[in-house]
């Protein structure tokens, strides 16, 4: 057992960080060493923090808007937390892209739309990032750095609140103590709540007012000059009202069932790392439970027909480690690691029929039916409401090795080789069922119960092998590569469409009791429990780029820089999963297959900034372009090669300009300093179905503040949406009805910061 506990130590990694020293950023890639922006043999779209404090950073959605081609829409609530890059991505389950904080992995998507507490940097890592970081990071790889206890000299800390529109509030405030610069702690916690911005006209209340709470404790120990020690314990606690969809038909968002989103998110994290000459070690392993309740009007009108309460009580953990040397000769650098991830989730997800369900879905079907054969019969049901109960337990467990290898052949040029190998097991335990009491009323006196079940057991293995291939060549100013590279998103089940089977199995075997055949209307996919298993997705991605610097100029009082940063990308994609619904009157969305898509486009970002005497410039200028198509997948019902693959946007703009001026008085009472920050982004077209038939045209948000600053304290006067823009963040069909759910009108606010 102890060698077991040493060998696990020894084998485990931090993640991706970036540290910032003024405005020189420096990366450090999981098992490379510490390179610039400029010496990646991809795209990197870092956010220092003079751009984190322009743009008011406090979730990861934040941030999508100023990456080239990574969308994260507004989709409703915290938990459906959608991601989009380079067209690929999908509204349920399996995420596109990895975020980490400070190093370790949030290892569910229903966790990525957190509030984010002093960071100090964020990068993007753009493309498979799979051969370092496994599953689910095919598109990329966001990483988030927060303020570590040794950074501080002594003691420090810093208090804020935040008053917006929709009566918002936000308040934040943080300590930090650093003790002989070898142990650090820190407490950071935050609270928010608002009264919401979209009114239900059938009860008159706000559909998404709602708060949160989060708690971070951070430790940090250097008992040596070899080891550096992190512990994290972060809680985070959400409520809040949800799905404010509108129905296409009428403009307006009214429902009567409740529905709302509530979850606990618990994460428990350690890492070590231990430096010597030319060896590197790295360990990570974190442990995060997540508790969360969703309550959905799933018809989303005024009639009563369908309600979903879906519970899960998820615990996950993660160990990674990974050993990077240097040998003598400098040419060459290799890293080598392992790592295993267990994740156990319980979930409850029953759907009520409700009367209005009953009548229309099930009685009038039936009736017309048996009036064929008996005209003066009818069907009666005595429930109001029938409970379709869904149980499930699914499983997820993976384990894997992985190395990377760097050559330096001759000076200025990198080759870098990895693979991966990964082996995942997913299973599901499912136990369906539901009892209604009925009558025939010409021949039968009392009612008569029936009741169905579905109980089984649903299993599958994946073998993922995951190879990476990288070429930099370095100039003074300049940097070209290329790679090629393969990921994955890994595959699962889909609880969410039980409803819809128990259903359709409901509605022919209440027929068979009753001794009436009826002829089978229900698509027979929709009847079988296979039909839940969606496979892993892949992609195979080459990409040729550049990074530039265009000019420089450095003197005390005048600094210039300019940089560009471009590429083209191509990405074979296999197995895409899609969301789909069934078609007709029925509850369920599910993860599906399409056969194979392809994505292509490309991306540029131009930066300007500019250090004068007493003036500071920054400007940032982000596109990215992207053709995302399915290149083979049939339906059942029609061929949609050849269309855009919905969601994700066709063209992503950003563009943003910081001025600030510093004044001479050092005076108490005057202040340090002024700032600018006029913020703009677009995207669009995007298509909101598989027949390319209903979309968004482009649109764009002009974000903004004025910020003053002292010694220890700032004032920020903002606004959100200035222009009022009216655009949609979500469309889809159900039940044969369209709805959509706009964007927040405009809004301001005032900032307050202090730290000391």
């Known amino acids: 057992m102890i060698f077991l506990l040493h060998f696990i130590l020894f084998l485990i990694p931090i993640d991706t960080t970036a540290l910032q020293l003024s405005e020189v950023v420096v990366l450090q890639h999981k098992g490379t060493d510490s390179d610039s922006p400029r010496q990646q043999a991809r795209q990197v779209t870092i956010l220092t923090p003079a751009d984190l404090n322009a743009l008011q950073v406090i979730a990861p959605k934040d941030f999508a808007a100023q ?73 990329g790889l966001l990483a988030l750095q927060t303020r570590q206890p040794l950074d501080v000299e002594g003691k420090a800390g810093s208090v804020s609140l935040t008053y917006g529109s929709a009566n918002s509030i936000r308040a934040q405030a943080a300590i930090y103590q650093n003790i002989d610069n070898r142990f650090g702690w820190s407490l950071t916690g935050s609270y928010d709540r608002t009264d919401g911005f979209y009114t239900n006209r059938y009860t008159g209340d706000r559909v998404d007012r709602g708060q949160n709470g989060t708690i971070r404790l951070q430790l940090q120990y250097r008992p040596d000059n070899k080891w550096i020690l992190y512990h994290t314990t972060a809680a985070n606690y959400t409520s809040q009202g949800a799905f404010p969809y509108a129905d296409e038909r009428t403009g307006e968002i009214a429902f009567n069932s409740p529905a709302s989103y509530r979850r606990f998110n618990l994460q428990e994290s350690l890492r070590a790392v231990w430096k010597e000459d030319r060896r590197q070690v790295e360990m990570m392993a974190t442990y995060q439970l997540l508790n969360d309740r969703m309550r959905m009007d799933q018809d989303y009108t005024p009639l009563s027909y369908f309600t979903l309460e879906q519970r899960q009580l998820q615990q996950a953990a993660m160990a990674d480690a990974v050993w990077t040397e240097r040998p003598q000769a400098d040419w060459y650098r290799f890293s080598l690691g392992t790592a295993a991830f267990l994740k156990h989730n319980t979930m409850n997800a029953p759907v009520h029929f409700m009367q209005d369900g009953i009548d229309s879905l099930i009685l009038k079907n039936a009736n017309n039916g048996i009036r064929n054969i008996f005209p003066a019969d009818s069907l009666e049901i005595a429930e109001s409401t029938i409970p379709m109960n869904s149980n499930f337990l699914l499983l997820n467990a993976s384990g894997a090795i992985y190395h990377q290898s760097e050559f330096i052949p001759i000076p200025r040029l990198h080759i870098t080789a990895g693979l991966r190998l990964d082996l995942e097991h997913t299973d599901m335990d499912y136990d369906a069922s539901s009892l209604l009491h009925y009558r025939m009323t010409a021949m039968m006196t009392r009612m008569r119960a029936f009741e169905i079940g579905m109980k089984g057991h649903i299993d599958h293995t994946y073998f993922q092998v995951l190879p990476r291939l990288d070429i930099r060549y370095d100039w003074d100013n300049v940097t070209i590569y290329a790679y090629g590279a393969r990921g994955t998103k890994a595959g699962g089940y889909n609880p969410q469409i039980f409803s819809t089977i128990l259903q359709n199995r409901m509605m022919t075997d209440l027929m068979a009791d009753m001794g009436v055949h009826m002829d089978n209307t229900t698509d027979p996919r929709y009847t079988r429990p296979d039909i839940t298993e969606y496979r892993p997705e892949s992609a195979w991605t080459g990409e040729i780029g550049l990074h530039a610097l265009l000019y420089e100029h450095l003197q005390r009082d005048n600094n210039h820089t300019i940089n560009l940063d471009a590429d083209v990308f191509c990405s074979d994609i296999t197995d895409l999963q899609v969301t789909v619904f069934p078609e007709g009157k029925t509850t369920g969305r599910m993860m599906a297959n399409a056969a194979q898509a392809r994505s292509a486009g490309a991306e540029a970002t131009l930066r300007y900034r500019w250090t004068g005497n007493r003036w500071y410039t920054n400007l940032h200028i982000a596109y990215g372009f992207t053709d995302a198509r399915f290149v083979r997948f049939f339906n059942g019902i029609e061929d949609y090669a050849g269309r855009y693959i919905p969601y994700a946007p066709r063209h992503t703009l950003s563009a943003r300009a910081t001025l600030q001026y510093r004044f ?36 764009a948000v002009l974000n903004g503040n004025v910020k003053l600053a002292w010694q220890h304290l700032a004032l920020t006067l903002w606004t959100r949406n200035l222009t009022d823009t009216d655009y949609r963040t979500f469309y889809f069909v159900s039940m044969s009805n369209a709805f959509f759910q706009k964007a927040r009108p405009r809004q301001f606010g005032i900032s307050l910061h202090y730290h000391f």
């Open 67 to 139: 990456i080239p081609n990574l969308v994260m829409p507004d989709y409703g609530s915290a938990m459906t937390s959608s991601v989009y890059v380079r067209g690929m991505g999908a509204r349920l389950d399996q995420p596109v892209i990895g975020i980490t904080l400070d190093g370790i992995p949030l290892l569910d998507k229903n966790t990525y739309d957190q509030s984010l507490l002093n960071l100090t940097n964020a990068a993007f890592f753009a493309g498979p990032q799979g051969t370092l970081y496994g599953r689910n990071t095919m598109g």
């Open 664 to 699: 001479k008085s050092t005076a108490t009472l005057c202040p340090r300093s002024v700032a600018l920050t006029l913020a703009l982004t677009g995207q669009g077209r995007t298509y909101w179905n598989e027949a390319n038939t209903q979309y968004e045209p482009f649109y």
